[in-house]
Nanobody, 122 residues
Framework: QVQLVESGGGLVQAGGSLRLSCAAS????????MGWFRQAPGKEREFVAA????????YYADFVKGRFTISRDNAKNTVYLQMNSAKPEDTAVYYC???????????????WGQGTQVTVST
């Protein structure tokens, strides 16, 4: 059974940094792409970033380009999302997920974590 466990969420001031982690198990991690999505209260879930199985290809939503960095450590079965220059509008529950290839479409991802709350204060 595939399990994805996010951690690292919390409260950060605007302009600050936070690093989210997602530990995966139950699947050959190195063969799958990983992604991060987020959902703010009253809003639909949206794509944040994705990374290919090798880590060579990364994709970002326009609103996080230059601020967030996705990376992975296949030896640790873990994907990361480094959040810099955080903004109040980044406040959301952040979910990691896994898919055969890196895409920005949520329906391509077959397993999701439980999410971790990120709150950015002004």
């Amino acid at each position: 059974q595939v399990q994805l466990v996010e951690s690292g969420g919390g409260l950060v001031q605007a302009g600050g940094s936070l690093r989210l982690s997602c530990a995966a198990s139950g699947r050959t991690f190195a063969k799958y792409a990983m992604g991060w999505f987020r959902q703010a209260p009253g809003k639909e879930r949206e794509f944040v970033a994705a990374i290919s199985w090798s880590g060579r290809s990364v994709y970002y939503a326009d609103f996080v380009k230059g601020r967030f960095t996705i990376s992975r450590d296949n030896a640790k079965n873990t994907v990361y999302l480094q959040m810099n220059s955080a903004k109040p509008e980044d406040t959301a529950v952040y979910y990691c997920n896994t898919a055969p290839t890196a895409t920005m479409w949520s329906y391509d991802y077959d397993y999701w974590g439980q999410g971790t709350q990120v709150t950015v204060s002004t």
